[in-house]
């Protein structure tokens, strides 16, 4: 048998087995891998007791007037505000509107107070690349070569004749 908790989705054989739900045969087969595998057995152990807690608990009893008790409860419902100022300090009841008002105070004070609006620096434009393809450039070179020769033929103080 493989380890239930080493191969994926056998958990749950594990806790059926401490849980009593397993029939004979699977019984026996966990039974057999629990004495030689420390983990499942120091599992399906602390399965078994948490079981065995959840037989013995017993819940308290619930009083006969209890149904009245929560229907008058909930008739009783006071709004959200109503409990926001009656908790048991009663000097909460007075900073509650104590800070309201210090806040407002606040609030109006940056609105009134703030500094004059600063001149925005404009933004760096960022570079456009424009993509050439290999015959643009070899035209630009050989534009370029043309430009320079023509220099060279023009002398430097020639002047344009009227």
């Not at 908790?5 to 749950?12: D, F, L, R, T, V």
């Not at 013995?56 to 006071?78: G, H, K, M, N």
């Not at 630009?140 to 002047?159: G, I, K, T």
């Amino acid at each position: 048998m493989k380890c239930p908790m080493k191969a994926e989705g056998n958990m749950e054989l594990l806790l059926d087995y401490a849980a009593g739900r397993l029939n004979a045969g699977e019984r026996q087969q966990m039974a057999q891998h629990i004495e030689g595998c420390p983990a499942c057995s120091k599992f399906a152990g602390a399965q078994q007791e948490v079981w065995k807690a959840l037989d013995d608990w017993e819940p308290a009893e619930v009083s006969l007037d209890f149904d009245r008790r929560l229907y008058v409860r909930i008739e009783q419902r006071t709004p959200w505000w109503k409990r926001l100022m009656q908790p048991l300090n009663p000097v909460f009841r007075h900073s509650v509107p104590v800070a309201a008002a210090a806040g407002v105070v606040i609030v109006a004070g940056l609105l009134m107070f703030r500094p004059a609006d600063m001149p925005r620096t404009p933004q760096p434009k960022a570079a456009q690349i424009e993509s050439l393809q290999p015959e643009q450039v070899e035209n630009a070179l050989a534009d370029m070569e043309m430009l320079r020769q023509f220099n060279q033929l023009v002398p430097d103080s020639a002047e344009p004749k009227m």
